[in-house]
């Protein structure tokens, strides 16, 4: 995909994604207004916002709207060449129904191994690898929460310090544990997540627990025997290192605080043993999102990612995709490039499992985009997806996983993988960290502070204005594409390089400023 954009300073700019679109984005700071005429005589009949879209014919009632050269929509009036086409004037298509698809039929050409990149990591004794070496403390209740931030705080304030090669400690809080339907059929989801997050390449194979005592979700059905890997200080039949905050040996509040210290100590001297070494980038596993998406995120941003996507499946790593309802919409895409039948099943799976999710609320995909995406120029979810797909590359879809699922049990070890995840910024998140994710990259377009405590985030702005403005929370700034500056591909590798430096230990923003989001687990389970 090669957008056609006009980058002469001072002049009026629009981009056109396709020669088959008869819409173009906006591209100046601040929008242009009525009567602004480009370089082809083209008069803008009203204001037009930035990154929101023009009609460049004439397009009558019932005309289909073509942006990467699928049809969004339908108009609903008489648009005059030179008008400004939002949500307010579209009708949305159906859904495309899930038989009849192409499946694995586009052969993306071989690309050549990339090979000789590294970066400093942790290799851990179940060969996975991490990069950050972070004592994590999982909770089995939302009710031992804040007892946990009270002992996480100390254990930063009076411990840490004395472990240098430990990167962080943090407190897995969730809501979930208690109150809810544990024996549902659905429960499988938080659950699998919660024990798969604890288990994250991150966090080192080092598992100690919080728990009250009279929940529901019990230590052991978090983490059943054989669940932990086996390794030389935590051998065959090792009891789960479970603080217990009702256990009769507790007399007041700090003897809770204490105890859960103690073991801490435990936990940060096996950490802090250890030492980064030279580990080739097929080991980094890569989760890419997009959150506060515009019209830009699919010109600028996701395709940088998808470039980068590209990259990274030739160095023999993992990435993984999400976002049900954001690539719904191209599911006919996503089947063509499975790279075998049984793959695109998977996703179809998947998609039809969404889908009576959503009817079970009696909503449907289109409840997924905001205010801030309309507002940025995405007039709906059809839209939405077309930009959202970018990120995933050109690659053949190798593996799918279903929510709260890790890589590792499915024994998917590298490519392109689709984790099946709500599109919710936060939950989608919490599942790729379930999944086995190492580093995230996340694009934005309206812009979110966004980080993650159990793993480094890369924050992509869409736009120039944006990544000024916000010159301390993004890492990198895709908006140079529209002004001219750089290609997608140039930012492509530069994006690729700041993954291993940041696989390094080079901190992001989010991490400088110590921003990160609360874990969100996908519960569709009732809760009681």
Known sequence: MNPQVATLSGKPLRIRMQEVDNVAIVANDGGLPAGTVFDDGLALREHVPQAHKVALVDLPAGTPVLRYGVVIGYTLKDLPAGSWVNEHLLRMPEARELDDLPIATVKAPLQPALEGYSFEGYRNADGSVGTRNILAITTTVQCVAGVVEFAVKR???????????????????????????????????????????????????????????????????????????????????T????????????????????????????????????????????????????????????????????????LLVRAGATVMFSEVTEVRDGIAQ???????????????REMAWYDDYLAQGSVDRSANTTPGNKKGGLSNIVEKAMGSIIKSGTAPISGVISPGESLRERGIKSGLVYAATPASDFICGTLQLAAGMNMHVFTTGRGTPYGLAECPVIKVATRSDLARRWHDLMDLNAGRIADGEASIEELGWELFRMMLDVASGKKTWAEKWNLHNALVLFNPAPVT
């Not at 998406?293 to 395709?303: H, K, L």
């Open 155 to 237: 254990i930063k304030d009076e411990l840490l310090s004395q472990y240098p090669n430990v990167d962080d400690v943090v407190g897995l809080e969730h809501t979930y544990g208690c109150g809810v339907a544990i024996d549902a059929p659905n429960a499988k989801f938080p659950i699998r997540t919660l024990r798969n997050i604890s288990l994250n390449p991150n966090f080192g194979g080092e598992v100690m627990v919080v728990s009250l005592g009279c929940e529901k979700l019990q230590a052991d059905r978090l983490l059943p025997p054989g669940v932990i890997p086996v390794t030389v200080e935590r051998p065959q039949d």
């Open 239 to 310: 009891p789960l290192d479970v603080v217990c905050l009702q256990d009769e040996a507790h007399v007041g509040f700090m003897s809770m605080i204490e105890s859960i210290m103690r073991q801490a100590r435990v936990h940060l001297e096996r950490l802090n043993a250890r030492q980064r070494e030279t580990i080739p980038a097929s080991e980094l596993v890569v989760g890419v999102q997009c959150g506060g998406s515009d019209a830009f995120s699919g010109v600028t941003a996701n395709p940088v990612v998808g470039f980068a996507t590209d």
């Open 334 to 348: 996503l089947t063509a490039r499975a790279a075998t039948p049984q793959v695109a099943e998977e996703m179809i």
